[in-house]
């Protein structure tokens, strides 16, 4: 089996071993038909989904560089820029066709990540980490695996570094090696999707000093493993999932996912290891995956924001204000701000470079601008949609009320706006704009953008770190007379 079916993907996570789920304080005996569960789980779905689909095939799909066979491109290792900028677009077309987080791009930015400095560490080293990598790759492939990218540790007193913390567990780290793996503790904190994978790829979160090599490990294990514990978040506003009705979620199918996961003890045999106390590569693995990531953005947060520019311009519609001039110049500037972030997701794809290991890494300054504007521009979008939705967007009645017996027909009568869209469009709209803008959506679509990848000075440290300024200073001291101009 090479790709599997949405259906199949489903029916997969039935297949997996009980495991240890808590949502609002009660264990979780059926994850996959949970109603605050299943609208992420439809998300992911949906890269499976649109990979059978013979319109997307080009986009959705890739030849496998390790076998030749035909893969969904989510578990694909980039082997140019072309593949690099089709991610990108591909992420566009989820986040268009969901309007939410979708939750399988930390997987592929992980597998990229490692596969390169895996091979570096070998280089170096002469362990084998890059062959057991490898073999690891290739099942994920013939699988199909959704894999959760693990990378966020607790991290306790952030001025403090891992070997300095009060409780060792705030980080993840090795407690035990024995001749057939090793043993590890910790937890991992925001974890995009991981009760919807198959599989969980843990990295290091930051860079390391040598006293702190048992913090130094990268691994996979089973998301069925028993020794795993998984915390399930709250969103706002997400019990509404478990009413009735579908309306007052806004978007009815599709939704996020983030969980702590805990490994108590978690035994890791050798060939599922691919990093052990080497930490001057840390450093190196979680700059590449976060420079995937941040790449990522420029595409799946560009879909999420076409979705939310149709609904603020259906929504002019509705109040019967779409011609008024103030509210095209809004929908233009979200359109421009928009397709600006979908130009640095392309443009740091375009000018990426092969890597020793023969994959393609995005340019690393140019992926921290795309997330830099990502911090930025969905909240000034959603602002936006806000000021176009108006006050109703955060003060309507619920469905129930606009069922009700006794004041339905209140409801009906005075939330028309255009008489050509009835009562229950305009409230639909508004509940999506709503779950976007300030409920559950907005997790994934703005404090996502805000904190996923890295926070706003992360990606500031790394544009510092690229900029050159030598080079920029000398260009400037040559036009001005400083330095001798021998070009002319």
């Known amino acids: 089996m090479m790709m599997m079916t949405a259906q199949e993907y489903i029916e997969s996570l039935r297949n997996l071993r009980p495991r240890k789920i808590y949502l609002l304080g009660e264990k979780v005996e059926n994850p996959v038909d949970h109603p605050m569960i299943r609208p992420s789980i439809n998300c992911c779905a949906m890269t499976y ?112 570094p891992p070997s300095k913390q009060a409780d060792p567990d705030l980080y993840v780290h090795i407690v035990e090696k024995r001749s057939d793996g090793i043993v590890v503790r910790g937890a991992k904190m925001h974890q995009t999707g991981i009760i919807n994978s198959h599989e969980i790829l843990v990295m290091p979160t930051m860079s390391l000093s040598l006293e702190e090599a048992d913090y130094a490990v990268c691994f996979a294990v089973p998301s069925d493993d028993p020794s795993l514990i998984y915390i399930y978040g709250r969103q706002s506003c997400d019990t509404r999932k478990l009413e009735k009705t579908t309306v007052d979620v806004g978007n009815i199918k599709y939704g996020g996912q983030e969980a702590i996961v805990i490994f108590n003890d978690t035994f890791v045999p050798w060939e599922r290891v691919f990093m052990c106390g080497e930490t001057d590569f840390a450093g190196m693995l979680v700059e ?33 204000v779409a011609k008024a001039s103030h509210i095209k110049d809004k929908i233009i500037e979200m359109v421009h701000l928009n397709e600006t972030l979908y130009s640095c997701g392309i443009a740091c794809s375009a000018e990426g470079r092969k890597t020793p290991a023969g994959n393609y890494l995005i340019d690393i300054m140019l992926a921290n601008v795309c997330k830099q504007n990502v911090t930025r521009y969905p909240y000034e979008i959603a602002r936006l949609a806000q000021d176009i939705a108006g006050g109703i967007v955060a003060t309507m009645p619920s469905d129930a009320d606009f069922k009700s017996p006794e004041i ?63 080079a920029k200073k000398a260009l400037a001291r040559r036009i001005c007379g400083i330095d001798e101009d021998n070009l002319l």
């Open 288 to 320: 590449r995956f976060a420079g995937y990531h941040r790449q990522s953005y420029g595409g799946c947060k560009v879909g999420n924001g076409d979705v939310l520019i149709g609904a603020a311009a259906a929504i002019a519609e509705y109040n019967g």
């Open 49 to 160: 989904k649109l990979a059978e689909l013979p319109e997307y095939q080009d986009i959705m799909t890739a030849k496998s560089a390790l076998t030749g066979n035909t893969i969904n491109r989510f578990v694909h290792l980039h082997q140019s820029t072309e593949d690099l900028i089709k991610k990108v677009k591909m992420l566009r077309l989820v986040g268009q066709m969901t309007g939410a987080c979708f939750q399988r791009c930390v997987g592929m930015d992980a597998l990229n990540a490692v596969w390169s400095t895996t091979y570096e560490i070998d280089q170096k080293y002469g362990t084998n980490y890059h062959e057991r990598f490898k073999q690891y790759l290739i099942e994920w492939e013939e699988k199909d695996w959704t894999v959760d990218g693990c990378m966020t540790d607790p991290k306790g007193n952030r001025s403090l």
């Open 408 to 470: 339905g027909h209140w409801c009906n009568k005075f939330m028309i706006g255009d008489a050509k869209y009835s009562a229950e469009e305009r409230q639909r709209m508004l509940r999506l704009i709503e779950t976007m803008t300030m409920g559950a959506i907005a997790v994934g679509y703005l404090t996502e953008s805000m904190h996923g990848a890295g926070s706003p000075q992360a990606q500031r440290i790394l544009i510092q770190r690229y900029a050159n300024l030598e």
